[in-house]
Nanobody, 123 residues
Framework: QVQLLESGGGLVQAGDSLRLSCAAS????????MGWFRQAPGKEREFVAS????????YYTDYAKGRFTISRDNAKSTVYLQMNSLTPEDTSVYFC????????????????WGKGTLVTVSS
């Protein structure tokens, strides 16, 4: 139903900022809750942030609050993750996801995944 393509990852130093983008195909982007997840080396996938279909509701995990901001532009079928004050612990592959609706812990319903973009933060 929808294809997702992440971009914006790269190598940065601790304290730097980075903005990730997730471009979605299809004509029903506004029907999906969107979210960002990440998986660090040796760890399981974890929730980062999510945003409701109309963008009015956002959810963040504790480590993301105050540092990361999720947003979406439905006209461009794109969701963003602005990451500030990055630390080496943020080093992960970041995945974009689309589903029925956003929750405080992720995305509910049938979920579609992007292939990920790598963020590496050096000390």
């Amino acid at each position: 139903q929808v294809q997702l393509l992440e971009s914006g990852g790269g190598l940065v130093q601790a304290g730097d900022s980075l903005r990730l983008s997730c471009a979605a195909s299809g004509r029903t982007f506004s029907s999906y809750g969107m979210g960002w997840f990440r998986q660090a080396p040796g760890k399981e996938r974890e929730f980062v942030a999510s945003i409701s279909r109309n963008g009015e509701l956002t959810y963040y995990t504790d480590y993301a609050k105050g540092r990361f901001t999720i947003s979406r532009d439905n006209a461009k079928s794109t969701v963003y993750l602005q990451m500030n004050s990055l630390t080496p612990e943020d080093t992960s592959v970041y995945f974009c996801a689309a589903g029925t609706y956003a929750t405080s812990r992720g995305i509910a319903g049938m979920t579609y995944w992007g292939k990920g973009t790598l963020v590496t933060v050096s000390s």
